[in-house]
């Protein structure tokens, strides 16, 4: 393998590793996959992560040169159906013994598709299924429209106020605001019975259990900085999620009990 080719892969192998880790696959996971394609390719990798950045060296198994990648990871959204997909294509280049050409096409093909769902869809599934939540608490039939309403409006908050790149946490603050804002005006506007319950599961979309979830299994696995700072990350989320409640209730009430 010569130097141009080498450095092919490990941009590839960089840029894929940071996608899964983006969008939102914990760090075992990604470790393992990103192995495998590149000992396929004919390389030996080896993984360093923090929260922000991605340290990825990739060594010729033939040559012993080696070339060192250091790549931001991107905030992405989580994507189980990407997450699976990118997995089984560590195994269909490992079986199939496919080139780094190839492998590019396929993985191109891969985020192609997984960028086709409207953004309306996600924003009325999410609204559903929120709605569903509140009713699994025992709110009634009207408590589930105000929560869908209130969490249409807060989801298409933060999606409108991270796609102007300002800073996620505001962001969640702000969903959080005007969820919960929302379903106070609903409680108070329709005659529901169980308007605390709307106004607690109003922002429940916006727990952070993917990061949470991760940040225990790296640590499990040994993966101490990456996991530590998942955890961080999600208690900062939770954090942003209090404060806009905080605020609703300040506006609305004048306290915060």
Known sequence: MKYRELKEVSSFLAEYAACLLGSGVHTSRTERNTKRIGLSLGTDVHLNLSMK????????IETGESITEVIDVPHKPIKFFLNSELS???????DRSLNIDETKQRYDEIL???NRQPFWVAW????????????????????????????????????FVVKKQINLYIAITLAATVSSGMA????????????????ATSVLYLIPGVPLINGII????????????RLIQGGLIVLSISSGMAITLLLTTGSVS
């Open 53 to 60: 950045t991605m340290t990825l060296t990739v060594r010729n």
């Open 88 to 94: 089984a294509l560590s195994w269909e280049v490992h």
């Open 112 to 114: 192609l598709r997984s």
């Open 124 to 159: 009325l599934l999410i609204s559903l299924s929120n709605a569903c939540f509140c009713r699994l608490f025992e709110g009634d039939y009207l408590s589930m429209l105000i929560v869908a309403i209130a969490t249409a409006m807060g989801f298409y908050t933060r999606h």
């Open 184 to 199: 106070v005006l609903g409680g108070h506007i329709l005659p529901t019975l169980t308007s605390a319950t709307a106004v």
């Open 218 to 229: 790296d640590i499990v696995e040994g993966h101490t900085l990456s996991g530590v700072s």
